[in-house]
């Protein structure tokens, strides 16, 4: 880890996101969306709070009305959270996932191909901004002739995302 032009050193590399806590309105409300639709399972709760993850994860994401209960979400131009990207593993899964949110008739506020990854965008029930993607390998992403990443925002093919429902999943 050097040093960066007199900077402090880069974060090392090994460093991710573990999980996330969202203040919700309705507890019951929001694990009907995190785990009815979307899927996640419930770890653990405790009054006013619940935590679930993928896979037996001890939670990917708290939910609680501590501070929240019954409350509204924040008027548009104020600072917070503009959205929670959920990463899946697969073009499959996320197809799937996309399915999940049509017979639930969750409506898309967008969805992109951003050339490093594909992103379903949408509201959770309090009003929190959702990105669904998956990634593409590292070897796919565009490059500038420098080799600095060329990310994109095009519109994402829906139609072929679901598709890949029809071929076997790739593990």
Known sequence: MGDRNGELPAIDPRVGIGHVHLKVADLDRALAFYCGILGFEKTFARPGAAFISAGG?????GLNTWESRGGQPPAP??????????LYPTRFLLAEALQRLIVAKIPLEGASDHGVSEALYLRDPDD???ELY??????????????TLKMVTERLDLQDLLAELDRLPVA
């Open 134 to 147: 998956r990634d593409r390998p590292r070897e796919e992403w565009p490059k500038m002739p420098d080799g």
């Open 77 to 86: 131009g104020t600072t917070g959270l503009y959205h929670v990207a959920i």
């Open 128 to 130: 929190n901004g959702i």
């Open 57 to 61: 994860y001890h939670h990917h994401i």
